[in-house]
């Protein structure tokens, strides 16, 4: 019972040195009173992951060969689901909580094609680390973001930024799928991200 605690208490430890942090980098909150829709973007082309840095497409081939290494068929069909959980798993998350708190309580909707929309959210990934879960012993993952608001019809002018560093993605009991790891990393960057918006812009 002692080790338990103990290892319980490692973990906590250990999640906590990676907190999440947010900086407004430019911008201000003042244009989102009013607005009843914002229009969301992900992006992904610049990410890299792992504390190597690696670009997405070096890390895709990196696991994909080992895990087609240890069974064939495997590294092919999860590099399937690794760029589908974008849209099925990271996407909806990181709405999901965004309109939560912000739709729920002040009529701002999420979504991705609201093309009439005055506003554009750009969550542009620049890094993740997909953590790993052994059972007794876990990382949990981590997410990181800029998150840029502007004109839907002219994009260079942009509104708010902020960046979002470290977002934890972890769950009750066990998870052993990175992609679900990382999808509660963009959910947390949702929640997150949307309780500062309440602060500073209502």
Known sequence: MKINFIIALLLLCSASSYGQKLKVKQGDFNFI?????????????????????????D???????????????????????????????????????????????????FAENLTDAKYTLIVE??????????????QPAKVSTLLKFVETNNKDNVMLEVSS?????????????????????YAKTGKSFAKLILKKGF
């Open 59 to 109: 890390y895709v081939k990196e696991h994909s060969a080992e895990l087609e290494e240890k069974t064939r068929g495997k590294g092919t069909s999860w590099e399937k689901s690794w760029y589908a959980s974008r849209e099925l798993i990271y996407a909806p998350k990181f709405l999901e909580l965004m309109n939560r708190y912000l739709y729920e309580d002040h009529n701002v909707f």
């Open 33 to 57: 009173k009013g607005q009843k829709e914002i229009n969301v973007e992900f992006v992904y082309d610049n990410m890299t992951l792992l504390k190597k840095n690696l670009s997405n497409e």
């Open 165 to 185: 560093q470290n977002a934890p993605g972890d769950q009750w009991g066990s998870s052993f799928s990175n992609e679900d790891r990382l999808g509660e990393g």
């Open 125 to 138: 990934t620049v890094w993740v680390y997909p953590g790993w879960d052994a059972g007794v012993m876990k």
